[in-house]
């Protein structure tokens, strides 16, 4: 009893870093039908920014742990948006400008996720990067099962995120404008809604919260390197997948959905065997229910 | 005269450049620089079947390639060379020469099979949805392979290159030279022959319009199912040729990196021609080469003029910023790639007077 508690909260945890990351896929899908794939990297640089600001403040101006933390969320999330919406300046947008086909703007987002995780290993080098520590470990115990306040941060963040897009989705101008776009590209323009700002703030919200599950990362698993965005962003993409790509409660379920059958995984099997079940699993899912969970079937039209 | 020259011509070079090896004329170097150009041309037109004539959007196929290499070496390893995991040969070594190409249209079947579960998928899904399937499908090859031990697990797999040293115990000759380009030889005939063909022409339909090709009494399924097993076939042989020319191989070596190599040729030589996909395979080849050597003169020249710190070098990794640069310049540029889907003599008409190419 006490090992399934312990191992649902790990579940939770993992399931709280897929969903905050699959949120960014889905809310980008949701407006432009365009699979970011860079947003696995955009990830791995919000928590290589999460540790260049960290350092700065506890190294040069040597702030308090807890004072570094309450700066380095905001700016962590306000410097991975600025690269969210660089990446939406210099490649998408040129590309859907010239109305080009889907294909050659889905291989662009490959590529500049590629470039982004061998321009880091370039730069900085292959030397893996330590991230200190901001928050004083506290163990909670209860019987058998122990859980770190930082796992706790974690799931709330992730649920007080859900939230609050949820909110800004459904209940906000913006959003309505956001879901307007996905519905019809041409006729929005014509309603008066500035096209380009509201997919620049959809790239803002989704690129914020993708360098706060960086951060969050980096200070779970202190050990940063180029590529640990490449598999993590793969798998909270499936998350999006299987919860229906383009809603949010999808990719919420469906990040938490895949963070119980890893850690299910692991418990079961050898923990080599994660990835093999993971893709499978997304395999399956678009063979039988390619919409996912959530999603709508879209007609064809001849 | 014009009917005959293209075959001429490349027999010819061929058996040049195969003389030039076996006399000692091209240094190792080389040699195998001209065995990876032969290669990438394999892969870049195999894949050029499906992203380029029929239109998918395929980047898995690096996964194919592992699973061409994995069952030749294992199959090569079992049958010509005594091994410390499985034994010694079941037929004598000096078989090999014989034994080989079996062994590599072996691996090709098997990757083709392989390719169902790309191909099954692809009845109903189709576009980005299809291509996250092909990354899956990369992945899964690479860590189901990993996850078994026997054949070395994510520590790689040897002793191909036994095999290749029995063939020239036997028959002095650069022998993986001439399989490298009888197999590219064979694939490019392949897939010209195949897309050329009535049946062939079904793919270019999907391309167009799904449902018209349909109601044209094309069986797309069926035609998917050929474009695809096709495709990973050709991939499995390229692997076959790829695994016993390094002599090595390790699942990590065909990961993404490599599918995006794929896809770079393709692209860069223009979806659905033949012609852009091998001289796009070439160009890329040597350019990766060259950039072997430029990359660190560009790091001496830089340290020259003070505009590097001196801690710092500029490292190979510099190649992997480059190659997707390429990419996305030529999607917002060129999007249609060198040659658009035109063949040689369709841009220069003054080849046709030259030669002919079925």
């Not at chain 1, 360098?211 to 990362?217: D, K, Q, T, Y």
């Not at chain 2, 993986?176 to 022409?201: D, E, Q």
């Not at chain 2, 035609?223 to 076959?240: C, E, N, P, R, T």
């Amino acid at each position: 009893m006490d090992i399934l508690i312990q191992n649902l909260l790990n579940a939770l945890q993992w399931g709280s870093f897929y969903a905050l990351i699959a949120l960014g896929y889905t809310l980008v899908y949701g407006v432009l039908l365009l699979i970011n794939f860079a947003h696995g990297d955009v990830f791995m640089v919000g928590a290589y920014i999460a540790f260049f600001v960290a350092t700065f403040f506890l190294g040069f101006v040597d702030l308090s742990p807890w004072l570094t933390l309450a700066l380095t969320v905001p700016l962590t999330m306000l410097l991975t948006a600025g690269v969210g919406v660089t990446l939406e300046r210099v490649a998408y947008r040129p590309l859907r400008r010239k109305g080009a086909h889907r294909l050659y703007v889905v291989i662009t987002a490959l590529m500049c996720g590629l470039m982004l995780e061998n321009s880091n290993l370039a730069l900085l080098g292959a030397s893996r990067k330590k991230f200190p520590e901001l928050l004083d470990k506290v163990i909670y115990t209860w019987g058998n099962v122990s859980v770190t306040n930082l796992k706790l941060i974690v799931i709330f963040t992730a649920i007080a995120v859900f939230i609050l897009l949820e909110f800004i989705v459904t209940r906000t101008k913006i959003g309505m404008a956001m879901r307007g776009i996905s519905y019809d590209k041409f006729a929005i323009p014509l309603m008066g809604i500035p096209i380009d700002n509201v997919i620049v703030f959809t790239f803002v919200l989704g690129s914020g919260m993708a360098g706060l599950a960086g951060l969050l990362f980096a200070m779970s698993y202190p050990i940063l390197e180029p590529y640990m965005g490449a598999l993590i962003g793969w798998k909270a993409f499936i998350a999006a997948v299987v919860g229906g790509i383009g809603d949010i409660r999808g990719a919420f379920l469906g990040g938490f959905l895949l963070g119980f059958i890893e850690v299910g995984v692991v418990a079961l099997f050898p923990s080599t065997y994660r990835d093999l079940f993971a893709f499978s699993i997304l395999l399956m899912i678009l063979w039988i229910k390619p919409t996912g969970i959530f999603g709508v079937a879209k007609t064809t039209k001849i | 005269m014009q009917k005959y020259s293209f075959n001429f011509g490349i027999w010819g070079m061929a058996l040049i450049v195969i003389a030039l090896s076996q006399f000692g004329a091209l240094d190792l170097y080389i040699q195998s620089v001209i065995m990876f150009i032969g290669i990438n041309v394999i892969l870049s037109s195999s894949l050029n079947v499906v992203n380029g004539y029929m239109g998918e959007f395929s980047c898995g196929h690096a996964g194919f390639m592992c699973v061409g290499a994995y069952v030749s070496s294992i199959l090569s390893v079992i049958f010509f060379s005594q091994n410390a995991i499985f034994g010694a040969p079941i037929l004598p070594p000096e078989l090999a020469i014989i034994g080989f190409p079996i062994v590599v249209i072996i691996s090709g079947l098997v990757a083709g099979l392989t390719g169902l579960i790309v191909a099954i998928p692809s009845f109903k899904t189709r576009g980005d949805y299809l291509a996250i399937i092909t990354i899956a499908a990369n992945y899964m090859v690479i860590s189901a392979i990993e996850n078994v031990d026997v054949i070395g697990g994510s520590r790689g797999f040897m002793g191909m290159r036994k095999v290749v040293n029995a063939m020239t115990d036997v028959i002095d000759l650069p022998w993986m030279m001439i399989w490298v380009i009888l197999g590219t030889y064979m694939s490019i005939w392949m897939i010209r022959r195949f897309v050329s063909s009535t049946y062939g022409k079904g793919i270019m339909a999907v391309s167009q319009d799904e449902v018209a090709a349909e109601i044209m009494s094309v069986n797309t399924n069926k035609m998917k199912m050929a474009a695809f097993m096709l495709s990973s076939g050709l991939a499995g042989v390229a692997g076959a040729l790829f695994a016993h020319v390094l002599g090595y191989v390790n699942p990590q070596s065909f990961n993404i990196m490599k599918s995006t190599e794929c896809l770079v040729m393709v692209y860069l030589g223009g979806m659905g021609s033949m012609g852009g996909a091998v001289l796009s395979a070439i160009l890329f080849t040597v350019m990766l080469e060259l950039l072997r050597f430029i990359i660190p003169a560009i790091d001496t020249g830089l340290h020259i003029i003070n505009v590097l710190p001196d801690s710092y070098h500029l490292s190979q990794v510099w190649k992997w910023v480059l190659i997707p640069l390429t990419l996305i310049l030529l999607m917002q540029f060129r999007p249609e790639g060198l040659m658009g889907n035109k063949e040689l003599p369709k841009l220069f008409p003054g080849l046709k007077k030259f030669y002919k190419f079925k």
